[in-house]
Each structure stands twice: as C-alpha cells, then as structure tokens.
C-alpha cells in the first residue's frame, strides 16, 4: 500500500515537473518562432526608414535655409579631381542588387501561393515589401557616393548593413533547425536564405571598414610640375600594407603575400619589411600611453600615477575586440561535442533519417570550424599586435625614466637591472596579454562543456563540474610557490646581469690585473643560484604539468563512476560525446597552468616596472631658467646648499655663493674630493637641493671628466644633433686640435668610434667632447677637468684657441688640477669640505695666504725641478747612450711617414667598411643548420634522454587512444542493447590505461625540464668561458649589447622556452599520427585526401620558413640596438640633459624600437598567414572524413568507432596546424641557440697558464724590459701602430714614456701585458720571452694603474683586494700612503664602505687613488703608471710621486704621463712619435740638444706655465663685483 502511495507521489510529482519543463519550453519556443523574428525583422527595418526620413528631412530644411541665406555661387573648380571606382565599390553595388532580387523573387513567389515556415502570409509578404524598399534604398545610397565623390559610407547604410547580417544569421539557422527538426528536405526559400548570408556577411565587412572603395586622385594639370621633392621623401618609406588592407585581406591575412614574394626569392633584410601601421609606431603608442598616466594622474590626484590602471586604460578597447573574437571562438568550439550524439544516433540509424540530414549534420560541423577559424586566427593576431603595442609604451616609458632619473634612483638601479626592464620584463608583460584572452575562454568553455555532458550524462555532469573545480582549486598553492620561484629568478637574473654588464664594461682592467678568473668564477656562482631557483621552478611546472594532463582522466573517471553508481544509463554516442567534451576541457585546463605561470610572471615584471617608473627624478625646480637681464649675471647661487646622499649628516655643498657675470672665466680649484665637480653638478641641477637658489641664464654646454663617447663616427659626436656648418665646423676642429688627428684617422672625421670611445686614446676622447660642446654655441660652458688628458702642447693649444679663443665672449666654470691655467680666469673658487674657501683673482689668492699657495707652491716646485734640470743640461755635446740603453741612435732621424696611426686607432682602410670599428652584428642566413639542432640536443649525456622522453609520449598517446577506444567499443550503441563487458571490468580497465597515461606524462615532464635545465646550463657555461677568454680586440669592436642580449634574452629562451618548443615538436607530430591512425582505422580512403592536404601544408610550411627565419633573425639583431642606445645614454644622461638634448635621444629610441617592431610584426603576423591556411586545409580533410562517413551504407562501419573517430577529427585541424607551428616556432627560438652558439667558438687568446712553460715563483726579480724588433698592429688588415721598437728598460730604474696624442704610448703598454700580441719581434722581461709563458703567470706579476680609473660595485676592501689575499691591516697601510686613509678612518662602514656601479659615489680623483693602494699592495717588481695623476691636484700628485719613488725604490717604474714633471726625475725617458722610438736617453742628455723631441716639449711646458705667471703678475682688470 505504502509503495502504492509512494509511487502515486512520485507520479505526481514527475508529472509537475514534466508541466513545468513543457511551460518553460513552450516560452522558448517563441523565441525560435519565424513569425516571431518576422515581426523583429519588420520593426528593425521600420526603425531604420523612420530614422532615415528624419535625417532627409532636416538636411532638406537646413540646405533651404542656407541657400536663402547664401547667393548660389559657381565652383571655380576648373580641373575636378580624378575618381576610381575600386573593387570594392563595384562589389558593394553587386551584393545590393543580388539582394534586392532574391527578396523580389520571394514576394512572387509569395504572390502565386508559396509557404514560408512562418503560417502568417500577410507578415511575410509584409517583411519582404519592407525588404525591397530598404535595399532599393540601400542601393541608391551606394550609387549616390559615386556623385558625392565620398570616400566614407553613410551611417544609416552601416546601421542597415549590420542589422540585415544579424537577421540573416538569425533566419538561416531556423531555416537549419527547422529542417533538423523536421527531416524534411530545405524548400527554394531556405536555398534563398543561405544564398543571401553570403553577400550580408561581405556588406558587414564593409561596414565596419566604412570605406566605400572609390579613390580620388589630382589631376594631372593641377600637379606641379617640380615634384621632386615629394618623390623623393616617399621613396625611402615604406608604407604597411596591414594599415591599406581590405576586409578579406584582413581576414585571409593576404596582405602579407608581397612580403613573402621577396622572402622566398632571397634573404630579407631591414630594407625588405615594411614599416607597421602608424597606430602600432612607437610614437603614437608612447603619446597614448602618456595620455592614460596623466588620466590617471588627474583622476586620482597623484604624482605617482598606477601603472596598472595606466595598461588598462591604454588596452581595453582593443583587448575587448580580441576578448569578442575569443568568446565567439570558444563558443563555436563546443558545437562538435554538442552534435557528435546525433551524428552516431544517425550512423547507428541510416535507414530511418535522410541521408540529407547527415549532411547537414556534416554543413554544421564545417561552418563551426570555419567559423572558430577566422576567430581564433583574428584574437591570437590582435592580441600579439596589442603586446606589440605595449611593449613599445613601456620600452619608450623604460627610457624616458631613465634620461630624468635622480642620482639616489639611478644608483639604486644598476644598469643589469634596468637592461632585464627592457629585455625581459616587458617581454614577460607583452606574453600576459595574449594569455589574457583565456582569462574570458575560461569561463564559456567550462560552462558549455559542463551543459554538454548535462545533456548527455544528467546529474553526473555536477561530479564533472566538482572535478574541474578541485583539478583547478590545485593551482592556488601551486600558482603562489610559482609566483614567489618567479621573483626569485628575477632577482637572481637581476644580479647576474648586473655583474655581467660591469664585467664587460671593466674587461680591460681585469685581464690587465689579472682577475679575470677570479671575476669568472663570481659569475658562475651567481649562475648557479640562478639555476637552483630555475631547477626548482620546472621542476614544479613538470608536476603541474602532470596534474593537467591527468586532469582530463581524473574527471573523466569521476564522472563515469558517477553515472554507473547513479545507474545512468549510457550509450556510445553519450559516452564519445562526453570524451569529445573532456578533450575540449583539456584545452582550459592545459592553458590554466601556463596562465597562472604567466600571470605570476607578469605580476612580477609589471611591479618592478612600476616600482622602476616610480622612482624619484632629477629635481625640476633645482635651478631656474631666466631670461637675460639687464644685471649682466647669467649664473647666481644663493645660500645653495646641496647633497648627494639624503643619509648623510654632512652636506656635499654649503653656503655656495657665486655670481657669475656674461663672459668671465671662472677657474675652480681644490684637493681630491673637496666638491669641484659637485659645483658643476649643482649649476646643471644635478646634485639634490637642499636650500637656496640656483639660476641660469642662458644655454649651456658641459664637458665631465671621464669622457662620453656615443657610438658613430667622429663628425656625428661632435654635431650632436646639430646641423652641418662647414665654416663653423672646421673653426671648431681646429680650435681642439683635432685636425692632425683626422689626417691620422682612414677616414677623416667619419671614422667609426668604438662603444664608449674605445678606439680611441684619452686625449682624443676629450678633445672629441670639447669639440661638441664648442660647437653647441652655447652661453655658459661647464669644463671638469678638461686638460687631464692631453699633453702639454695639446693643452697649451685648447686653452689659447678654445677658452681664451673661440670662446672668449663666454661664460665658462672650468675645474682644473693645472696652477699654470689659473692665472687667466677672472675668478678662482678654491673649494675645500664642500665649501667655497676662497674666491679670488690669483694674484689676490696668493696674497691672503691661506691655503691658495699649497695647490701653487706644489706646482712651482713641479717647475722648478724641471728647470733645474734643463739648465744644467745645456751643453753642446751630442748624447750618449747609458750602457744599459740599447746602443741604437737616440733620435729618430729616418723621415717621418705622413701615413701616422694613432695609438688606438683601428680603422680600416678607405673601402666600403672604411673608418668602422664595430661592424653590423654577424648573422646567419638561410635555415638553421642541422648542427646546430644536434649541439643542443647531445649537449647533455650525448642525447641519451631524448628517446626516453619520445618513448613516455609515444606510451602515454597509445595509452590515451586506448582507453577512449576501450570506452566506445565496451558501451552499446543504444539503452536497450547489453554492454559486452561488466561494468567492473570496464571501469577497471579504463582507469589502469588511464592511469598509466598520466605516470608516463609525470616521467616525460621530469625528464624534458632536467635535459632542457641541463642543457642551457652548458651552453651558458661555454658561452661564459669563451666570451672570457676573447682577445681585448674582440671587445673592441663587440658592443656590450651584443654580448648582453645573449647573456639575458637569449639565455632566457633557453632556461624556459626552448626544452619545451622542441618537446612540442615531438609530441605533436605523435599526437598527430594518433589520430590519423584511429581516422583511418575507421575510413583509410581519408588518407587519398590526407596525403595531398599533407603535401600543400608542407609547401605552405617551406614557403613560410625562409620568410620568418629571416624575420626572427632581424628581431634578434633589431633588438641589441635598443638595449646598447639605451646603455650609452644612461652613462651619458648628464650631459644629454646639459644640453637639453632629452628630445633627440627620445626620438631615437622610438626609432630603434620601431626597427624592432618591424620585423616583430610581420613575424607574428606571417605566423598566422601560415596557421588559417593549414587550418583551412584540416577543416577540408575533416569534411571530407564527414561526408565520406554520411555517404557509406549503413554497416559497413561501427557506429561507435566511427564517433570515435568524428571526435579526434574536431582536433585536427588544431593538431595539423600546431605540428606545423611548433616546428616553424622551434626554429624560429633555435635561432636563440644559434647566437649563444656563435658566441661559444670564439677565437680565444693565449692560454692563462702553459704547464711546462711557468715562469719562477719569484719572476720577474730585477724587472728588466727588453723590446727587440717590435711591431703592433690591431688587426691584419690594418698597418702597424708600432713599428720596429728596439730598446731596453733596465731594471729598477724609473722610465718615463713620452710624445703626442696618438704617439703609441698606451699601445705600448698593451703590449707589454699582452692584450694586444706582436706581429713581429719580442718582449722579454728578465730574460723571460713574455710570449712563452700563460697570459695568468704574466698579468699577475706586474702592476697598472690605468688611465681610466675603475671600480666594481661592492666594498672598498673588495676593490682593493678582490682576490681576497690582504689582511686589513695591509688594506690600512696602503690606504694611508695613497692619502685616503683618514677619509675612510671617517666613514662609518670603513673598510665596508659602499662603492655603487662605475664608482660613481666617489671622484675620479678619489678613484685613481684606490687604483694606486692596489697597486701599494701588490707590489710588483714592474709597475706601470698611464696617466695615473691625471685626475688629482698638483699638490696630491706631489705627494703620490713621493709615494712611488719611495715605496718602488728599488723597482722598474714605467711611467706615461702628460704632466712632463712626473717624468722629468725619471733615471730614462722614452720619446715616441707616429709608433717609433724618436729618443731614448736619461733627462739630462736628451735636454742637452735644444732640437731633440724632449726638449722641445719641457720648454713649451715651461713657457707656458711662465707665461701664464707672467701674464697674471702685469693684469690690472676689473674688480669682481
């Protein structure tokens, strides 16, 4: 009774249920009623002509008014532009009559009796009247733009364009469900309808463009005749086609087929790929993004507006189209999982349905995948063009910050760290947004496929769904051990960079110290740490990486255990239905992980951008720019108090007073350390303000001690943005002295100059940047230090012709060491502590006796010594050599060969390459070779992994098929037939293979990211050591850049990318083959069309590669220009805002970014040229699969299997395409291997250490040099820079090396530290013939103290002993003698004390010192000084010189130096000119002949100075007010 009762409940229950699913249906059904849209379509269309009438009729009432108003006047138009009718317009005029005429034929139709699917006639024939007229309209419009000659269509024929495309859609698929549902066959009305959806899809094509095809062109007799100058501004720019293609250009991605025309011909280069469209061009990207920061800059009242905000006002416009796309592409994805039920139901029952419904069924599996084609190619494009996009906003944003960033900010961003910004950063930030469009997939994908298996499976789609959710709840604590592993390879990338960048930048230094090794060895750890974090980041992507792909297996295992255990009835068509769905579920779940990796990757990146783009800049308001007055002043400091470091207690400057009138010269002076630069750096607006006022009036032009170069040629440095002056021009080089210089040079001033002026001596590097700034033309010249670096003569020469010269109506600061060019100045500002000391006249300085006559009485000592010597050597007999000089003539009396080489002057001769240094990067052309695939892949173990890896993948895809095999083949074909297995075989069965599937996944994963970790660890390891190893030649002419891109990009694709491309590439081919397999198990005929469309991709896939080969190529050598311009200009940022040239280098930058974005462009864009062919050739071999399988007669085929096969079909067209794109990508990328490779076989110099060469422990004892037969050059094809040296510098004895600027003095030196090895002759030193023995044992047995004085960021005990081989007591001692003792006695951290990158946070002065005290505590026998007091005041190289003579007494000194009383106490001196030895005697004997080469540079050096007394002695000038 009870179960009666129940059951009765039960029914009535159901039969509620069944009442209100009916209902809810019944509703639905009105929506996909014909009479319903019939009367939409009538009440859009009535809008519409409403609409029209009201804008015909006010355009009439306005002309009406106008020409009441207005005398009608004739046209004085004589010659009327020319008009074209395009294509597009003919097309435009055809789609509106074929419409108009298919609506006309269905009114007759309708008129003699024809039935519609909709039963109300009336409504019918009064939509299609309504019809008629709208398209006669339509057509009259299009006709009427031909006489308006516009070029733009109107809105009302946009507005009707997209409204009949809507309709069209909308009636054609109830044409299809009506035929689907009613079995019958389409009716002339249908056949009219899917006609008409052609013709409206191309008009709302047009529409959206809203061109309307008609091009207008000049008559000819109106053009002028003198057009030249047009043409010739065209001829060097070209246009982008994507930014002139048409809508099926746009589409078909046919606008690319020029490009590849020259592609397959011949190897593209820069000139070959056209310029991107304006909107993708740096600069409007630049200003776009500028707009949004200063949005959100007003919006939230900021000064430091966010960055995140910024980006997404900057891309949501274009993000939402390719977010609209994407949507639509997910959408139409799932229309194959969703039919696959009836296509086996109608395979399983042919003879009960038409074979037209098959074919149908057919139609709309194509038209998906056509669709989700054009969809998925249109997002995955525009997302790369909006990464594009802004990556040239941040790169140009990168730059811009760096020009303007504070002294505290640039010092807290190293260089490395902000070349990683630019390089790999952004490139990060730019991956997020194409990942971006999956953030909206998700979501539709997931809620269809759960619909899906809802209608399919009923309530065990709630377990699919509760599966999904804890496959993808996984993620969260994998996501955050991600993201923090992320930040941990950032900042370890970050310090290896960093000390890469400083280790390039200071290799000279090391190899001529010795350090090489030891700074090698830094680098390698700081890899290591780097690797460890990377190890531990893929070793967590390989377990994620197993988890989703067992994720598709762990649901689809739930949700079957569901359906047997829920006794849900199963059927083969559900069954495959559902493993299609899981398969499509694969594709959201797969991309999860790399989502995630992704988003944390790019949170990362954006938030060290942002931090970056937040940092303080240099202070606006430091000094005030004002217009010339009447006062006469253009420089004024009052009260000026001013500090480098916030943290200090101390001020750098303090009580600063000055005034400045137009004209004066202004000298200022002072100790090592004492503020002489900060006073320059206070006037630019440099140095932080703390109170006070700075004001300029006028330009200024700057000059700073340790000389900027820019790479280029000579003339463009000194130009420096400016026009070319031929008089003003050639003024200005000879003033600096530079003429003799461009005779020396091949080709004259365009001679390439080397990163950071390295071909070129000291003295030509700041005559170079004297000359750039004489030529500014500017009021006011700031000049620190500029005499340092030139001899005697040449300073003599700059101060006379350039200062008291060129420039004598100028207002000029000048810092300088030498006393001899003081008297001049009309004002003298002795600096001490930060403070202005003195200020004065000289002849009033010397009078307050004060501090003044220390810096002068050290410089008339200096003099006096030298005349000392010159007078007593006055005798008229000719010298003889010592016995230890070698007994050829001391004077050079062979005529002087005009061809002269400077000291470092490598230029070629005067061919096409003449004058060039660094020559354009090496490249490779045509396919990568085979080598270079196999170098990577035997890197590690011979290769021994590589099989075991295919092996998993090949097991884990047999294991896959297997399983959904087994489900489809086990499960009957409807609900009343039998299973032929018992459910708990079945389900066992399925998840052994399943489960074996995800363990061989697990194995492949692990085994991919050890060989691919394994790998790039070698490859940088060799790349380390080889780079290490180069010749100094090889740095020479390799800009920093080049080396840099590999160290950082390069190595990057490496360690993440590359194992993975190349792991694709395998398992998609076996993928592939998979489903051709089970796809031909069920219809083999499917290969007589598989082979050919395989054929024709593989065409398309060779027409493709040499294309985007050589585009990936460019990209990569396109890319190192940026990173290099972006380098000088950070080093040169002072002096770019000196001469408010910011502007200029801006532009360039945009310019570079621009050649970048060329052929990055085009590369992604012929990426998808390539994949919506091949996707429309699979969608062709999945149709013909379909038709041919609808076409068989029913049982010749399994049902099932056959589904089965449908199923892996729906991927094909995905699996062809990504099998091609993987390889095409992987090669692309393999070029990242290539340039680590090219970098891996350099030619290497001598070996460190010869075992069975080594000198004794304590070589060299006496430090005798012995040069025989010596000759120098820098390349084989260049002539000798040295030429026959044959002399000998006895052992502990000073020798001082004298001669003009470019003698060959330095060259000598390189060669004695062989980073530069003889061409011809030897060196020995003790007997010991320097070319036998390792570079190690020579390099550490003599000391340098170079020209440029170098420091590595760290500590000062770490610059001073980097070897670690001092106690601190030894450090102390040293740092007493070389006068920096009580200076480091005073700072907190003492020994500790922080040096910043280059040393920027000490002098120049205070930085040569610490170069002396390593010299101090190495104490070699042979010590090399090369104008190692060139930055230091007399007084201190007074006291450094006794210094040296006392601490190397009994030790070969050689000395190089400009300053003649350095070496006039000298026991030899070497006089060199044009790379011979012009004389060689002691002091004395080369002074006793008045003509000698020696002599003449002591008496212009003492004239000077005595002129320079003299001359102030007999001033009366004005007193300074």
Known sequence: MWSKVLHANMFGLNSLINFEIRQHWEAQLKLSSPCFWEKVSIVLQVGILGSLLAHFVQKIVCQSCIQRSKPTEKSTERYPSMVKQGLKYKANIGCNTLLLGSHLLIILMLWYGYRTHCNSTKSVFLEE??????????????????????????WFLRAWWTCSFSLSIIFTALDIHYILIGKGYPGVADYIDFFNLVPSTYLFGISIKGTTGISFFKNGITDPLLNGKTENKAEGRKDSPYGQATILQLITFSWLNPLFSVGIKKPLDQDDVPNVDMKDSAGFVSHSFDECLNHVKEKNGTANPSVYKAIFLFIWKKAAINA?????????????????????????????????????????????????????????????????????????HIYKKGLHLSIQSRQSHTSGEIINLMSVDVQRVTDFIWFLNIVWMLPIQISLAIYILNMNLGPASLTALLATVIVMACNIPLTRIQKRFQSKIMETKD??????????RNMRTLKLQAWDTQFLHKIESLRIVEYNWLWKSSRLAAIAAFIFWGSPTFISVVTFGACILLRIPLTAGRVISALATFRMLQDPIFNLPDLLSVVAQAKVSVDRVASYLQEDEIQPDAVLLAPNDESGLEIEIDNGKFIWNPESRSPTLDRIELKVKRGMKVAVCGTVGSGKSSMLSCILGEIPKLSGMVKIMGTKAYVPQSPWILSGNVRENILFGNSYDTAKYETTVKACALEKDFELFSSGDLTEIGERGINMSGGQKQRIQ????????????????????????????????????????????????????????????????????????????????????????????????????????????????????DSEPTSNTRPVNRQHDSEHNISLENTKNAGRLVQDEEREKGSIGKEVYWSYLTAVKGGALVPIILLAQSLFQVLQIASNYWMAWAFPPTTEAEPLVGLKILSTVYIILSVG??????????????????????????????????????????????????????????????????????????????????MSQVAWQVFAIFIPVTAICIWYQRYYVPTARELARLIGIRRAPILHHFGESLMGAVTIRAFDQEGRFTNANLSLIDGYSRPWFHNVSAMEWLSF?????????????????????????????????????????????SVIWTLCNTENKMISVERILQYSKLTSEAPLVIDQCRPPNNWPQIGKICFKNLQIRYAEHLPSVLKDISCTFPGRKKIGVVGRTGSGKSTLIQAIFRTVEPKEGTIEIDDVDICKIGLHDLRSRLSIIPQDPTMFEGTVRGNLDPLGQYSDTEIWEALDKCQLGDLMHAKKEKLDSTVVENGENWSVGQRQLFCLGRALLKRSSILVLDEATASVDSATDGVIQKIISREFKDRTVVTIAHRIHTVIDSDLVLVLSEGRVAEYDTPAKLLEREDSFFSKLIKEYSLRSRSFISQAKNQNADVIS
């Not at 109608?346 to 419904?357: A, G, H, P, S």
């Not at 069924?361 to 989700?372: G, I, R, T």
């Not at 004297?770 to 040449?794: C, E």
């Not at 002795?830 to 307050?848: D, P, S, T, Y």
């Open 1173 to 1217: 062919r091949l996707n429309l050739l699979s969608n062709f071999v999945f149709a013909f699969s379909l038709v041919f399988l609808v076409s068989l007669p029913e049982g010749i085929i399994n049902p099932s299997i056959a589904g089965l096969a449908v199923t892996y079909g729906l991927n094909l067209n995905f699996q062809q395409a």
């Open 324 to 396: 609209a796309f994407a949507i639509i592409s997910a959408g139409v994805s799932y229309v194959g999982p969703y039919l696959i039920d009836d296509f086996v139901k109608f395979l399983n029952d042919k003879r009960q349905q038409r074979l037209e419904n098959g074919y149908f069924l057919a139609v709309a599996f194509l038209s998906a995948k056509m669709v989700e084609t054009v969809a998925e190619r249109q997002w995955v494009f525009g997302a790369r063009q909006l990464g594009l996009r802004l990556q040239a906003a941040l790169m140009s």
């Open 997 to 1078: 599937s995800s363990l061989c996944v697990l194995v492949r994963a692990m085994l991919l990211a050890i060989a691919g970790l394994l790998t790039s660890q070698k490859l940088f390891t060799e790349m380390l050591h080889s780079v290490f190893h180069a010749p100094m030649s090889f740095f020479d002419s390799t800009p920093t850049g080049r080396i840099l891109n590999r160290a950082s990009t390069d190595q990057s694709v490496l360690d993440l990318e590359m194992a993975g491309k190349i792991g694709w590439c395998a398992f998609s081919i076996i993928r592939i083959l998979g489903t051709i397999a089970v």
């Open 495 to 504: 310090e290896r960079m960093k000390a890469t960048s400083e280790v390039l």
């Open 129 to 154: 009247i309504i019809q008629v007229l709208s398209w006669l309209i339509s057509l009259i419009a299009v006709l009427n733009t031909w006489k308006a000659r516009s070029s733009k269509l109107p």
């Open 770 to 885: 004297i000359a750039r700034a004489v030529y500014q033309d500017a009021d006011i010249y700031l000049l620190d230090d500029p005499f340092s670096a030139v001899d005697a003569h040449t300073g003599t020469h700059l101060f006379e012709n350039c200062l008291m010269g060129i420039l004598k109506d100028k207002t000029i600061l000048y810092v300088t060491h030498q006393v001899e060019f003081l008297p001049a100045a009309d004002l003298i500002l002795v600096m001490q502590n930060g403070r202005i000391k003195q200020a004065g006249r000289f002849e009033e300085l010397l009078k307050q006796n004060i501090g003044f006559e220390a810096l002068v009485g050290a410089h008339s000592q200096a003099l006096e010594s030298i005349h000392m010597v010159e007078n007593s050597s006055r005798t008229p007999e000719r010298p003889v050599s010592d016995g230890e000089v």
